[in-house]
């Protein structure tokens, strides 16, 4: 029975698939070790699409060029759950307005970083080819064949076991899948190409296109092509300039030449013929005058070039095979009723539904199959804010963000595409637009369910400060007599002047604003805990418990008992008190050399001791905070 099993395996080759479905369908389900047949025809595509229609060279070249200015980064992942919410705002609809919100979920979802080993693959993924090069190949056979192939070339033995040190793009059209059956239906990969080579599975990224030919062969494993549902307007346009040419190449008139005077000899026709062939065909001669020796009349049995409708059933298919790539026909080269806002706004058509989510699918596909093997907690992502035509939108965004008083100055800047000043604590506590001073420094909200004082008296004071605050200079003089002091100054608030007494503001606080620092100085000596130290602290808390849950304690084995409690108490946002905010910042201050990772843990920061002892406590993201507060409280 073996060895009948045997001889049938031996009979399948790629020309017998196509002949004998039934066949095929039960080698698939229950043989196994067959090559699957692709029912789509790349080569054709390739061949009648790239090679010969300028229009599909002109909608593939431009998606895959544009994409290819898009740069990558590197990330490393804080936050699982920040990360998923980032990940479904930016696979929708990639609108300006989305992908600014977006970038402050990114903020606290990921952390870039430089120099890994993913830069250097990335930015040269083989010696023959640069990133742009590289990424390009990929877009533009993912868009013929509906097939994207990576080949990652990884050494078998030493340190780099299991990373890939090259990539390469396959010819999609020279690339077939093995099947092993129902059960294992990818189980190789073989490449015809000035020879036949096989390669497993695992060493191969295949990024393809829905496909819903389900014929029980498994060729629905393949990527359809978008030329397939285009094939017609291909062939279309392909036919109308094939036409278009003929006709210009035998522009002569088409029909018949009849004597008036009787019949013509053989010779006489046979002149004649020559006769308009030399002086009247071809393009050169077209719409000269046409004089004969002899009477003659035409009968005329031909068709014109717009009899034909050549231009409409050109254009026409041009606009099918737009449509069907979602290009915008007036980006290729189309000026017609071409202004500057319809052509702002086919460039944002093309990143929304063209390049984007061709970028998007690479991505997903990357972090998959390349990123674990060099760190389970990096992460691939393009950069779309550096994408001009989306920042159309911007102002919208800007005027949103200025109302928006509960994101932080530094969260504003994420989201505006700007850089984020991680040194300046004051770019990230909140500010009320009453008189854009910092909320933390006065007035934190939750401070409030913590605090065992009369906050309505508190806010009382506050709002006598904003009293203060007059629309002419005539009001804030009379109140200036009224403190004391000689004097006005001025603030721009939302576009309008205000006037406030005192010459500066400097000056005003110091006779009105003592009566706060010593109302604030009684709250946190009064203070018992802490509810509202940064999110930050928390998300490297949750990220050591979570390393520790994952990998073991006997993997992950930095800190001591204390630090796990503490790294519970601040994952889980319990108040601390004063004391333990001292002892945070003591700690913090003490083993600073911990805040970063060593480098020999680079691609297992998890294994750092001292990183892991450092995070318990918060991190670097707790300690300008306990700073602050221990300094205050003293």
Not at 619 to 628: L, Q
Request: with cysteine.
């Amino acid at each position: 029975m073996a060895s009948i099993l045997s001889r049938f395996q031996k009979l399948i080759s790629k020309n017998f698939q196509q002949t004998n479905a039934e066949f095929n369908k039960a080698i698939y389900n229950y043989l196994g070790n067959s090559i699957i047949w692709n029912p789509e025809n790349d080569s054709t595509y390739i061949e009648k699409g790239y090679q010969y229609n300028t229009t599909i060279y002109s909608i593939v070249n431009l998606i895959a060029k544009t994409a290819a200015t898009i740069p990558f980064q590197i990330y490393e992942i804080k936050n699982e759950n920040e990360l998923k919410r980032y990940k479904a705002m930016t696979s929708g609809i990639a609108n300006g307005s989305a992908l600014h919100k977006a970038e402050v979920l990114r903020k606290h979802a990921l952390e870039e970083v430089a120099d890994t080993e993913l830069h250097d693959l990335l930015s040269r993924p083989n010696p023959a080819q640069s990133y742009n090069a590289w990424i390009q190949e990929i877009i533009a056979f993912g868009k013929l064949t509906g097939n994207r192939y990576i080949y990652g070339l990884k050494p078998d033995t030493g340190a780099n076991k299991g990373k890939f040190k090259e990539l390469y793009v396959l010819p999609s059209q020279k690339v077939e899948i093995n099947s092993g059956g129902i059960f294992d239906p990818v189980k190789s990969y073989s490449l015809d190409y000035n020879g036949q080579y096989k390669m497993a599975a695992e060493d191969i990224c295949h990024i393809k296109d829905f496909n819903p030919y389900y014929d029980g062969t498994g060729s629905h494993l393949y990527g359809m092509s978008p030329l397939k549902a285009g094939l017609r307007s291909l062939d279309t346009n392909n036919e109308a300039v094939s036409t278009g040419a003929k006709y210009l190449q035998n522009q002569t008139a088409r029909g018949v030449l009849m004597s008036d005077e009787g019949d013509i000899n053989e010779v006489q026709a046979q002149q004649l013929k020559e006769k308009f062939k030399q002086n009247y065909q071809g393009s050169n001669n077209a719409g000269d005058i046409v004089i004969t020796p002899k009477k003659l009349s035409w009968i005329n049995f031909g068709m014109s070039a717009s009899d034909l409708s050549l231009i409409e059933q050109y254009n026409a298919s041009i606009k099918d095979l737009c449509n069907i790539y979602s290009v915008p026909a007036q980006l290729l080269n189309n000026t017609e009723s071409s202004t500057y806002n319809n052509m702002v706004e086919a460039k944002k058509t093309l990143y929304q539904n063209a390049v984007i989510p061709e970028l998007n699918k690479i991505k997903d596909e990357l972090n998959r199959w390349l990123v674990p093997a060099y760190g389970e907690n990096l992460y691939i992502d393009f950069d779309y804010s550096s994408i001009s035509e989306m920042q159309e939108e911007m102002d919208k965004v800007v005027n949103q963000m200025s109302q928006a008083w509960w994101l932080t100055p530094n969260e504003k800047r994420q989201a505006m595409s700007y850089g984020v000043e991680a040194d300046n604590e004051k770019l990230n506590d909140y500010y009320i637009p009453a008189n854009l001073m910092p909320l933390q420094d006065e007035v934190i909200v939750d401070d409030f369910k913590s605090v065992k004082v009369n906050y309505d008296e508190l806010l009382d004071v506050k709002r006598e400060i904003r009293q203060d605050v007059f629309t002419t200079a005539s009001q804030a003089t009379q109140r200036a007599e009224q403190l004391g002091c000689s004097g006005i100054h001025s603030h721009d608030e939302n576009g309008n002047a205000i006037y406030m007494p005192c010459a500066s503001h400097d000056d005003y606080i110091a006779i009105i604003g003592q009566d706060v620092k010593d109302d604030k100085q009684e709250i946190i000596q009064k203070q018992d805990s802490y509810t509202n130290y940064p999110q930050g602290a928390t998300n490297n808390a949750k990220r050591m418990l979570e390393w520790r849950e994952k990998y073991g304690r006997d993997v992950v084995k930095g800190g001591t008992e204390v630090g796990w409690k503490r790294a519970n108490q601040l994952a889980n946002r319990e108040p601390i008190s004063l004391d333990t905010v001292k002892r945070i910042n003591s700690f913090l201050a003490r083993h600073e050399d911990n805040a970063k990772i060593s480098e020999d843990y680079r691609n297992e920061p998890y294994k750092d001791k001292g990183y892991v002892a450092y995070n318990l406590w918060g991190g670097k993201a707790m300690i300008s905070w306990a700073k602050r507060i221990s300094q205050n409280a003293d």
